[in-house]
């Protein structure tokens, strides 16, 4: 079946560290990769997306490489500011034309001035 | 362009009463997904409408039904709630085509005494 694994959380970071999140997936055929973001009391936004093997996402200083050999889209940034702490998913969804998301558990990153 | 919209932001509820949510997506789209978030479970999806048709669905009971209208609004229903059932429940329009991103709102947070 499709899954996704994301390392376990809190990760707690000094701003301006350099962050990784990692994010492993099972899935058959070839599936699009995404990285969400939730902030306290608001829904999932968007942060980068991967569609095909070897491609880098990325936003707002955040990348993420889609790695078919490991089957991995970890998630990195050079330099974290306290307004990136909030809960970090990443998904797959396993065909296109559709709205299902397979998620990750979450990782809550916690950026200390 | 106004995002997704949910109704209504928070509802308490007794066991074994009814609850209907509502959701407006952005407009344009006519994709509408549900997930449900609790922190044991993390994001589990429930089902996808398209084009006032159910696309995909998740692996809930059927006690979890919804419907899509013509102007791609979207509702959910909860029949006879249980205790289990207090989560928050998050509501994403897209395209419905392609690798489209979803777009979530900012969910209706149920609780079930």
């Known amino acids: 079946g499709n899954s996704v694994t994301q390392m376990e959380g809190p990760v707690t970071l000094s701003e301006e560290a350099f962050l990784t999140i990692n994010c492993t997936y099972t899935a058959t055929g070839y599936p699009s990769l995404f990285w969400y973001v939730q902030y306290p009391g608001e829904g999932l936004q968007l942060l980068l997306k991967?569609?095909?093997?070897?491609d880098k996402g990325s936003n707002k200083g955040f990348e993420a490489t889609y790695r078919k050999e490991t089957t991995s889209f970890h998630l990195e940034k050079g330099s974290v500011q306290v307004s990136d702490s909030a809960v970090y998913f990443c998904?797959?969804?396993?065909?296109?034309?559709?709205?299902?998301?397979?998620f990750g558990q979450g990782t809550t990153l916690q950026v200390k001035p | 362009k106004a995002g997704v919209t949910q109704t209504p932001r928070y509802l308490i509820k007794t066991r074994g009463q009814q609850v209907t949510l509502s959701c407006s997506p952005i407009s344009g789209h006519r994709s509408v997904s549900w997930y449900q978030q609790t922190p044991g479970q993390g994001l589990q999806f429930l089902f996808e409408y398209f084009s006032e048709t159910q696309r995909n669905k998740g692996n809930f009971p059927g006690r979890f039904s919804g419907r899509q209208f013509s102007n791609s609004r979207s509702e959910m229903n909860v029949s006879t709630l249980e205790l289990g059932d207090s989560a928050l429940y998050l509501c994403?329009?897209?395209?419905?085509?392609?690798?489209?991103?979803?777009?979530f709102g900012n969910g209706t947070r149920l609780t079930v005494t």
């Open positions: 998904a797959l969804t396993p065909t296109s034309n559709t709205g299902k998301l397979i």
């Open positions: 991967a569609t095909k093997a070897d």
């Open positions: 994403a329009s897209s395209s419905g085509e392609g690798n489209s991103p979803l777009h």
